[in-house]
């Protein structure tokens, strides 16, 4: 368990996916570039099974915004989409049920 303020360290956001591509040499690997309203970054997921990459494009997204950047594959992933596994075990995108502004904090 964790306490209120631990969870409010975490930062959640919208994002918009504005460029999606797939990794090279990974069946996958999916590499995001992502609006959050004030910049752009780069999320490396593992989405490629379920998701064509243009299939991506202008969808809205969660993410963890503050999470420390990692290297996969030789690319840096700077933050975390949030998604659930449906019942074939395929990840499930998490997002708004309407239209948000890029950036929005989730609360």
Do not use: H, T
């Not at 409010?8 to 996916?17: A, E, T």
């Not at 075990?89 to 890029?102: A, G, K, M, T, W």
């Amino acid at each position: 368990m964790i306490n209120f303020d631990e969870f409010q360290r975490v930062n959640l956001r919208v994002v918009k996916i504005i460029e999606a591509e797939r990794v090279e040499d990974s069946d996958k690997l999916v590499k995001l570039i992502v609006d959050l309203g004030n910049e752009k970054r780069q999320i490396v997921a593992g989405i490629g099974k379920k998701y064509e990459p243009n299939q991506l494009i202008n969808k809205e997204i969660v993410i963890i915004a503050n999470l420390e950047p990692r290297e996969i594959m030789g690319l840096e992933s700077q933050g975390m989409l949030l998604a659930a596994k449906n019942q074939n075990n395929q990840p499930v995108l998490i997002v708004p049920d309407e239209e948000v502004s890029p950036g929005e904090k989730i609360s």
